[in-house]
């Protein structure tokens, strides 16, 4: 009977562990990323409580076990009723770290006793990371491999795109406006997400593969470059975001132009014309440069709640465009799809077809009617530039708008000046802020320098019920990037 309640506490261990594994796996499997922020959270706090519980019954009461596999299933039950903004994937790697940890608690259970190994889940999650590294690493090659023959053998071309933002509304535009092109859904960026798009999808149906290379280390987008070999590229935009990864503005500014210099001789790369570090790599590799307005001009004609309006220059050829997306940058992503798919030979007119096909990209700056008001979903926006294009685009709207935000994360020792500076960007245009997590002080010491009211909320569901008690019929914007990957 004592194996069987060990064995099941060990299991209730393991599924309390779910949460270790989730931030691991935001972390993309690399502790150094985030990983060790678990320690300040709500999750492990209720880790030590029960831990500190579970050590008290087994000094004082006889048969602790019961109480202590009562408690642990009670835990195991809530982190995994808990819903999460950005949940955990249950992929055959995360089935492997699972199994090794349950093995493990078992024996220590069995061997020991279990009311000593509460408060070391997220240790334990960590030795199973080290364990699997081995079968990790060769699945991830063979994976790999299997992608990179499968994308020789196919004869496809890539358009890759970079940039510390935009990358997938250009992405999503691109794909639209270019004829027999496909892509990934989503912010699909990294070496093993586009090797497993890659591996089940038909590429023997397009002529283009469009691909988004993110990168949060310099040499992140130069690995892709020879997994990939794009022959074209896009470069949209560099600002100081990832810094708790890159460090320092000048590693990003060098590892976006990776792209430029890996694309071949006989290519050609689009760099955002409107983005001054951008318009530097002209000089940068061996391709064909141009900047995203070169022979074109395009103008705003004007922007309501049902998109934007555009006026197209072309030579001796004008035309008006309209788009669903109401972002002020919608302007330089059109620039940089139109540059693009006209240095690719297709027509003017072919590619002005194809605009009915353009639609909103989930989360970046995605216009949406709600039942009292319209909500702008800008949730996956993480730069200051985000931030303040956003602010330019509200200013253009005179109803009452209010805004909930978390501010700005991954910022590194620049966190609280660039949430101050976000805060007083968001008062600029709105009435109301509701402000929450770990950036909310911040938030507020911007937003006391503007005429915005501020309202604090405890979480995510109070921030929209305190929201929507404000915003009259007009526009309720959400900003915020993935808080509870950070803010756990």
């Known amino acids: 009977m004592q194996i069987a309640v060990d064995v099941i506490s060990a299991l209730c261990l393991t599924v309390m562990s779910v949460e270790c594994f989730r931030v691991l796996q935001s972390a993309s499997y690399r502790p150094q990323r985030g990983y060790f922020k678990i320690y300040k959270s709500v999750y492990f706090l209720l880790l030590v409580a029960v831990q500190l519980a579970a050590t008290l019954l087994y000094v004082y009461v006889d048969c602790y076990y019961y109480i202590n596999l009562a408690l642990y299933a009670v835990l195991a039950v809530a982190v995994c009723v808990v819903k999460r903004k950005c949940p955990l994937k249950l992929t055959k790697r995360i089935w492997r770290m699972l199994a090794v940890e349950a093995v493990v608690l078992i024996a220590l259970c069995v061997l020991l006793d279990s009311s000593f190994f509460v408060w070391l889940i997220p240790m334990f999650t960590l030795v199973s990371w080290v364990i699997c ?84 280390r310099r040499g992140d987008i130069a690995q892709l470059c020879k997994l990939y070999k794009p022959q074209y590229g896009i470069v949209t935009g560099v600002c100081a975001q990832h810094l708790s990864t890159f460090k320092s503005l000048d590693i990003i500014v060098a590892t976006k132009r990776e792209l430029v210099e890996h694309i071949p001789a006989d290519g050609f790369c689009v760099l955002n014309g409107a983005d001054e570090i951008v318009s530097k790599y002209v000089a940068a590799g061996s391709c064909a440069k141009y900047l995203s ?11 309501d709640l049902q998109g934007t309006h555009l006026e197209v220059k072309i030579e001796n050829e004008i035309a008006d465009v309209t788009l669903p997306q109401i972002s002020d940058y919608v302007r330089d992503t059109f620039a940089m799809c139109l540059q693009t798919v006209l240095r690719l030979n297709q027509s003017l007119k072919d590619t002005l077809a194809c605009v009915s096909r353009v639609k909103q990209t989930p989360h970046r700056m995605e216009l949406v009617k709600g039942a009292n008001c319209y909500i702008l979903d800008d949730s996956y926006n993480g730069s200051i530039v985000g931030v303040t294009s956003c602010t330019k685009t509200l ?14 994360v991954e910022c590194g020792k620049e966190r609280q000046a660039m949430n101050v500076q ?67």
């Open 133 to 216: 590294l081995p079968i990790d690493a060769a699945v991830a090659r063979h994976y790999l491999k299997l992608a990179c023959d499968k994308l020789c053998k196919s004869g496809v071309t890539v358009v890759a795109i970079t940039g510390s933002y935009g990358k997938t509304s250009v992405k999503d535009m691109l794909s639209a406006l270019l004829m027999d092109s496909i892509t990934p859904t989503g912010s699909c960026n990294t070496p093993l997400g586009i090797a497993a798009y890659i591996n089940r999808t038909d590429l023997t149906t397009a002529k283009y593969l469009i691909l988004e290379f993110g990168a949060r």
């Open 293 to 303: 307005y070169d022979g074109l001009q395009i103008a705003v004609s004007s922007v």
């Open 395 to 408: 200013a253009q709207f005179s109803c009452c708008k209010v805004v909930i935000t978390q501010g700005l």
């Open 422 to 488: 976000c805060g007083k960007l968001l008062g600029s245009v709105c009435s109301v802020a509701v402000v929450l997590g770990r950036n909310a002080k911040s938030l507020a010491e911007g937003l006391k320098h503007t005429s915005c009211t501020v309202i604090y909320a405890k979480d995510l569901k109070q921030a929209v019920s305190l929201a929507t008690q404000h915003v009259n019929g007009g526009i309720l914007l959400f900003q915020n990037d993935l808080p509870d990957t950070v803010n756990i």
